[in-house]
């Protein structure tokens, strides 16, 4: 999920690869180092990932007794998570405090829509699918358009296919898997108005989420660090009643804290 900067202000990822199947010591020592090098760690993880990923995640939290590490899995597709983390990376060069950072990744998803073509949808269940559309997956050289975010969308590719995209202007981030078609690139991006597109290979999670390698994958997103700094600083920052750090949003995303019930809000009996 470490996507190329956009700019020479994006700071560069830190990849904690097969961490699951390290020695617990040696995950443990990486983990607080970074913690000791810069202060606060956000962690973000595909739900495509080994579930022993986020117990690994989980028991070094817990073992290091801190709360300057977030783990952050919101429900998207590979490629569109990867998007995010950039935009994160992004905005880590400006001077947003922490808690407004890592909070920054609930706002920022709802500006991504993220979706791919398939050449199967019969091992898809991140998307509802009906019998019909699985039935029609088993015919050789049908295709199919699926939008998993921020609604969920799928249509059998045609002349008249179309998915509902952003009302905003996007650039567009494609990642070509084992599907030869051009129809993301030639006719959605035309249909979304994208105002610029870039290629790369899909995400190592792409064929478990999708559940299947014969795919096309995208995502568009705001590119433009200003717009992204706008957006996160309208919003209403407040402190965590319980760790103390500047938020965004209901949710401390360090410690999990939640604000307290006000005393007329406290259930009745």
């Given at each position: 999920?470490?996507?190329?900067?956009?700019?020479?202000?994006?700071?560069?990822?830190?990849?904690?690869?097969?961490?699951?199947?390290?020695?617990?010591?040696?995950?443990?020592?990486?983990?607080?180092?970074?913690?000791?090098?810069?202060?606060?760690?956000?962690?973000v993880s595909s739900r495509?990932?080994?579930?022993?990923?986020?117990?690994?995640?989980?028991?070094?939290?817990?073992?290091?007794?801190?709360?300057?590490?977030?783990?952050?899995?919101?429900?998207?597709?590979?490629?569109?998570?990867?998007?995010?983390?950039?935009?994160?990376?992004?905005?880590?060069?400006?001077?947003?405090?922490?808690?407004?950072?890592?909070?920054?990744?609930?706002?920022?998803?709802?500006?991504?829509?993220?979706?791919?073509?398939?050449?199967?949808?019969?091992?898809?269940?991140?998307?509802?699918?009906?019998?019909?559309?699985?039935?029609?997956?088993?015919?050789?050289?049908?295709?199919?358009?699926?939008?998993?975010?921020?609604?969920?969308?799928?249509?059998?590719?045609?002349?008249?296919?179309?998915?509902?995209?952003?009302?905003?202007?996007?650039?567009?981030?494609?990642?070509k898997g084992q599907l030869?078609?051009?129809?993301?690139?030639?006719?959605?991006?035309?249909?979304?108005?994208?105002?610029?597109?870039?290629?790369?290979?899909?995400?190592?999670?792409?064929?478990?989420?999708?559940?299947?390698?014969?795919?096309?994958?995208?995502?568009?997103?705001?590119?433009?660090?200003?717009?992204?700094?706008?957006?996160?600083?309208?919003?209403r920052q407040g402190s965590?009643?319980?760790?103390?750090?500047?938020?965004?949003?209901?949710?401390?995303?360090?410690?999990?804290?939640?604000?307290?019930?006000?005393?007329?809000?406290?259930?009745?009996?």
């Open positions: 999920m470490a996507l190329p900067p956009l700019d020479e202000r994006t700071l560069p990822a830190v990849v904690l690869p097969d961490l699951d199947r390290q020695p617990l010591d040696q995950a443990l020592s990486a983990v607080q180092a970074l913690v000791d090098q810069h202060g606060h760690l956000v962690v495509a990932a080994p579930p022993g990923v986020e117990r690994r995640l989980h028991t070094i939290r817990s073992l290091l007794e801190s709360d300057r590490i977030a783990l952050f899995r919101p429900d998207l597709p590979p490629l569109g998570l990867a998007v995010l983390a950039r935009q994160l990376r992004q905005l880590a060069s400006c001077d947003l405090s922490p808690g407004v950072l890592a909070s920054a990744g609930r706002l920022l998803t709802h500006y991504i829509h993220a979706g791919a073509l398939l050449g199967s949808v019969a091992r898809l269940d991140r998307v509802p699918v009906g019998l019909k559309s699985h039935a029609k997956s088993w015919v050789p050289g049908s295709h199919f358009a699926v939008l998993a975010h921020p609604e969920p969308q799928l249509v059998k590719l045609g002349p008249a296919a179309a998915l509902a995209g952003p009302e905003f202007g996007t650039w567009m981030l494609v990642g030869q078609s051009d129809w993301v690139s030639a006719t959605l991006a035309k249909q979304w108005n994208v105002q610029g597109l870039r290629e790369t290979v899909p995400p190592a999670e792409s064929a478990t989420w999708w559940g299947t390698n014969k795919l096309v994958e995208f995502a568009t997103f705001l590119p433009d660090l200003s717009v992204l700094y706008q957006l996160v600083t309208s919003v965590c009643h319980w760790c103390g750090i500047d938020v965004i949003g209901d949710r401390c995303v360090f410690c999990s804290a939640t604000p307290p019930l006000l005393e007329n809000q406290l259930p009745a009996g």
